[in-house]
């Protein structure tokens, strides 16, 4: 099979396969299990069978052209490839994950087909090179991050899917006028059109300011951030898909691939969107100190380490960028991992109030074990995965002289430490409150141990990463000159 | 004999299998032994390393082929100045794991610390090989994560002070980060590697080599226990396990502490003695000396006020290094050997004591000396070394720390001569109230410890008479030779150089006992024989604010956090009520004003349709 076939595969297969799913459903839940994981397994697979050939250097592509400069025209290089597999990977995890949290609930078939729908969307915009349709599968990933924040169907739960909704779209159609200017200037909807029509000069400033608000409000920064936290209403692993891995993501990877990989913006961006990053940052990390709901503290945690990724990516520096593109790996693994061990607290204990946790670091060990080495990751405490991403990205920092800046970031790393350790004493250590559960499911304590034990494996053995993030950041600063 | 590498890479990799191991033994009595014999195997191997630094006469350098990542590569350099640490880090950890087989018996819960340990001495052993500067930082700062666990290792409340720990010395860390990236910017992102930059001159300290060399220090010195972000040492003295200080604060960390120092001050700045960076350090050192060791003075309890040393010393070693004259530096060098001996072997005294008699409160201790004569005779050869009474360590390298700093100005001299009076005064205090004087009532007759627990005080002893008696053996073999160049040919081996100072030492050694005799007569008892310091006027007004903690950056610090984090916490849900109730009722506001204006009224339409015609008319016919 040639490599166009597996991209279209790769896209397609969950689209269309997140859409059988409750069919399989009635017949067999079982069935329809696996069949879930295994549409999100062929993401995952097919985009590791691409990666060699792309980074050995030749690109992927699949394109059909159809009306009004609308092209469905696909390309795996190697920035689409390093985040299909990261999304793909962590995404496998928590569908892997689902099985055991999800099946306390109803309306299974539901939650299959918006995860799975939301995976593959999620491929079809990364691979996505036409504005229009990465714009498609933006809105698709909207709609279905819609129906899983709004997944338990209580009043105000349903009224926090809506804000999120109606937050991340206001976001996407301001981008969708920006990205109509550029198609007024360069003449296309295809980035590697606009890419020539652009060359050597800077898009105009108005189209990228609307396109950060887009960008800004589907990853969650200051002012555009305060749907996050509050989506923390939805089960705990769509909030790991959303708030760790995958959605949040999105709009940094949207901004790597605009400005990073196809334009340049005027030097006034390398300076505004850090100072953005910078106080969301530390805003949102001083406001996880206060917060008292355990999964709103690790939204706000996720909120202040974009922040992190969105200095690295906006500095312009080489290291900076390549620092943000480990830090989406090793973040996505270890936010993912505190998410799901919240789940496991929140799904035993029947609370998120951590003033009324404790002690549960003696029953439940494995979680607890996992939780506090995930929280060195994010911290970025080696040898755990996250120090070279935090390390990077402020070296990428100080490299461009911005050194009161980057003091700023170091003064949100302390807080990053501060508040995830209190999180976890008062959640695992001292005094038990209440009951005091155990951990039950198997599958659930085994996927935060796989996620815990890959980011410390990654870690001490960062060399596959770091060549990944290397090769990706080479191709992009020379797509981009 | 395994080639370099392979011994570089066995000294990281074997401490950490050994961890791995120790977490996988059903046995609490097994690890301590398995932890005995993974150091053994250690000082085996850094011997090894050191005699072929030795024998090759220069630096041994290595690097993992093809991995270098912005800056970022797997390089060792193993000089003189590498293994003789590495081999005294080796060293310390089978006396602490000796020690810890006897105290730690018949304990169940002993899993994190034996593997704590060894999983430090994997990563210290890695910080000290690393010549590339991330390299350096990954191990480095993953010792904060072995320094939580073993902190938490103590007890049930124990991990309060291991989050204070984490914090400080995580923030610490973080400024040394920063350094890195800084010093990055300085080389121009060309090589990150500390011997290349050394050999090529070392950076200027201009505005970023300047901010670079401060963010540096701050990490390398805080490592080491410095001012002012120490405070965890002596809540640690209390809540940890007790073997867990004399290995990492009194010794590991020293260790690397000052071994960064210097290694960033004399390689990497190649400081010379007319910068104000100099100063700069020499000012911290005096500060550190004088503040530890006023604070020392009014401990109540054997093992905190051993703590408080420990901070106290490292103002030497750092005033020392800082001085930027052979004699400093050679002296600070010499006194963090010294140091990690004497401080290690009183921490075991301390915990002998703790474990026989049952309480280190020196209210409560008094009079074992005689039934533990081991340990009284360990703590008072060690109390000598620190306090610098000759013919003992820390009398020499104390002397070399002195002439120094009188070498640059006199006011350094007097900071640290008047640091040693009041240690000596502490030390008094403390040997007095410990192990001389009548039994508190109600207390247990205690009973001398087991072989396994006198033997490390006893090889410590031995090493505190021997650098003393003997010094050309460590000055000349250990010290002198990591300072080849810089030395211009001064020997410093042998009796001090200037007798006057000498003299003026012995006459503090002399104020101390008069002022202890004085003050334990005046009070009637050992522990209060210093209370007419503490209750000095306006110094008691200061010890009354020190232990409300007034001076703790942790506390102070968090008060700031609280304090930015509820601003924070408001701004947030500021933003968040623009959008959960402006927002709403904006659009309400809007909906409720379109729904007047659509009535159902037909002549209200008319009226509106006719309005639209003339706007388009107006706009046509203007147009």
């Known amino acids: ?481 | 004999m395994p080639a370099i590498p392979v011994t570089a890479l066995l000294l990281v990799a074997f401490p950490a299998l050994g961890a791995l191991i120790v977490l996988l033994l059903p046995r609490d009595a097994s690890r301590s032994w398995v932890s005995v014999g993974v150091s053994a195997v250690q000082v085996g191997l850094a011997i090894q390393l050191f005699r072929a630094v030795h024998g090759a006469g220069h630096a041994l350098a290595w690097s993992a082929p093809s991995w270098a990542y912005w800056g970022l590569e797997a390089s060792f350099r193993i000089d003189h100045f590498a293994a003789f640490v590495l081999t005294a880090a080796a060293g310390f950890s089978i006396l602490v794991s000796l020690y810890g087989v006897a105290f730690f018996a018949g304990r169940n819960d002993t899993r994190s610390f034996w593997a704590g340990l060894l999983a430090s001495l994997a990563l210290s052993s890695g910080a000290m090989m690393a010549d590339n500067l991330i390299f350096l930082l990954f191990f480095w700062e993953g010792l904060l994560g072995t320094l939580f666990w073993m902190i938490w290792a103590g007890g049930p409340d124990a991990w309060k002070t291991a989050v204070k720990a984490l914090v400080l010395v995580g923030l610490s860390d973080l400024c040394l980060m920063g350094g890195i990236a800084l010093v990055a910017v300085s080389e121009g992102g060309s090589s990150l590697s500390l011997s290349t930059i050394g050999a090529s001159g070392g950076l200027a300290l201009d505005a970023t080599g300047g901010l670079a060399f401060v963010l540096l220090m701050i990490g390398a010195t805080s490592k080491a226990g410095s001012l002012p972000f120490h405070t965890w040492i002596p809540d640690a003295a209390v809540d940890a396990p007790l073997p867990f200080m004399a290995f990492l604060p009194a010794a590991i960390e020293k260790l690397l502490g000052i071994y960064l120092l210097a290694r960033i001050a004399l390689e990497l700045f190649a400081l010379r003695p007319d910068t104000w960076a100099s100063h700069l350090l020499m000012v911290l050192g005096a500060a550190t000396i004088l503040i530890a060791v006023a604070m020392a003075l009014v401990q109540r309890d054997y093992k905190r006020l051993l703590s408080y040393h420990a901070i106290s010393q490292v103002g030497y070693m750092i005033l020392g290094v800082g001085t930027a004259v052979p004699a400093g530096i050679v002296g600070g060098l010499f006194h963090m050997i010294n140091h990690a001996m004497y401080k290690s072997c009183l921490f075991l005294t301390g915990g002998a004591v703790e474990r026989q008699a049952g309480t280190t409160d020196l209210a409560r201790l008094g009079g074992i000396g005689r039934a533990m004569p081991v340990t009284f005779v360990s703590f008072i050869v060690a109390a000598c070394a620190i306090s610098g009474v000759p013919p003992f360590n820390g009398f020499f390298s104390k002397e070399l720390v002195y002439d120094g700093a009188l070498e640059r100005h006199w006011i350094y001299y007097a900071a640290a001569l008047l640091g040693s009076v009041l240690t000596a005064a502490s030390f008094l205090k403390l040997g007095h109230a410990a192990f001389l004087g009548k039994p508190a009532a109600g207390t247990r007759t205690p009973k001398e410890v087991p072989w396994s627990m006198w033997v490390p005080m006893l090889v410590l002893v031995a090493g505190c008479i021997l650098f003393g008696v003997y010094n050309p053996l460590p000055l000349r073999g250990l010290i002198q030779p990591i300072l080849a160049d810089q030395l211009a040919g001064h020997d410093f081996a042998g009796l001090p150089h200037s007798w006057l100072l000498v003299a003026l030492t012995c006459i503090a050694l002399a104020l101390a006992l008069a002022n202890h005799l004085w003050g334990a007569r005046r009070s009637g008892s050992g522990l209060h024989a210093v209370d007419h310091i503490h209750h000095a006027p306006g110094l008691s007004q200061v010890y009354a604010m020190a232990e409300r903690r007034v001076f703790d950056p942790y506390d102070q610090g968090l008060v700031v956090v609280r304090g930015f984090s509820l601003v924070s916490f408001w701004f947030d849900r500021g933003i968040d009520w623009i959008y959960d109730v402006v927002s709403v009722r904006v659009a309400h506001g809007i909906g409720r004003g379109l729904r007047a204006l659509h009535d159902g009224s037909y002549s209200l339409y008319v009226a509106w349709s006719l309005a639209g015609v003339i706007v388009v008319a107006l706009i046509v016919a203007l147009s």
Not at chain 1, 91 to 100: D, L, P, R, T
Not at chain 1, 185 to 195: I, K
Not at chain 1, 329 to 338: E, P
Not at chain 1, 419 to 428: A, E, Q
């Open chain 1, 1 to 481: 099979m040639d490599g166009s076939k597996i991209l279209l595969l790769v896209v397609f297969t969950p689209v269309v396969g997140a859409l059988l799913l409750p069919l399989v459903g009635r017949a067999s839940p079982r069935a329809r299990n696996l069949v879930a994981l295994a549409l999100v397994l062929v993401s995952l697979v097919g985009s590791a069978v691409l990666a060699p050939g792309v980074f050995g250097g030749t690109d992927v592509v699949f394109r059909q052209d159809l009306a009004q400069g609308i092209n469905l025209w696909f390309v795996a290089d190697r920035l689409a490839v390093f985040m299909a597999l990261v999304s793909s990977l962590v995404g496998a995890v928590i569908v892997f994950y689902s099985w055991s949290y999800i099946a306390h609930y109803g309306h299974q078939e539901e939650y299959y087909l918006m995860v799975v729908l939301f995976l593959g969307a999620m491929m079809g915009l990364v691979y996505a090179q036409n504005l229009i349709v990465l714009y498609l599968f933006w809105e698709i990933t909207a709609i279905a991050c819609w129906r899983l924040i709004g997944f338990f169907r209580d009043r105000p739960i349903v009224l926090r899917a809506d804000k999120a909704f109606l937050v991340t779209v206001f976001g996407a159609l301001v981008m969708l006028i920006g990205f109509i200017l550029l198609h007024g200037e360069g003449g296309s909807f295809d980035l590697p059109v606009l890419r020539r029509a652009f060359a050597g000069r800077p898009i105009p400033d108005l189209a990228v300011g609307l396109i950060l608000v887009g960008i800004l409000s589907k990853s969650a920064t200051l002012p555009l951030h305060t749907w996050l936290p509050d989506a923390g209403v939805a089960p705990s692993p769509v909030t790991a898909l959303l708030h760790a891995a995958v959605l949040v993501k999105i709009g940094v990877y949207v901004f790597a691939r605009l400005f990073g990989d196809t334009f340049v913006v005027s030097d006034t961006w390398h300076v505004v969107v850090p100072w953005i990053a910078g106080t969301s940052a530390l805003v949102s990390a001083g406001a996880a100190l206060v917060e008292t709901d355990m999964k709103r503290i690790i939204a706000l945690s996720t909120v202040s380490q974009i922040g992190f990724i969105f200095l690295g990516l906006s500095v312009g520096t080489e290291i900076g960028m390549a620092g943000a593109l480990l830090y989406i790996l090793m973040h996505g693994l270890s936010k993912g991992g505190l998410f799901l061990c919240a789940g496991i607290v929140e799904q035993t204990t029947h609370e998120k109030d951590i003033r009324r946790l404790g002690g549960l670091g003696r029953t439940m060990p494995v979680t607890a074990v996992a939780f506090l080495l995930c929280s060195f990751s994010v911290m970025g405490i080696p040898p755990f995965g996250g120090f070279f991403g935090k390390y990077m990205v402020i070296a990428g920092s100080m490299e461009t002289g911005q050194v009161g800046l980057t003091l700023l970031f170091l003064a949100g790393a302390v807080l990053t430490i501060l508040y995830l350790l209190r999180l976890f004493t008062m959640v695992f250590l001292g005094q038990p409150r209440g009951t005091t559960p155990q951990e039950t499911s198997r599958s659930m304590v085994g996927s935060v141990a796989f996620l815990a034990a890959l980011s410390l494996v990654g870690g001490i053995w960062i060399t596959p990463s770091a060549w990944l993030v290397q090769s990706t950041v080479v191709n992009l600063l020379v797509a981009a000159r």
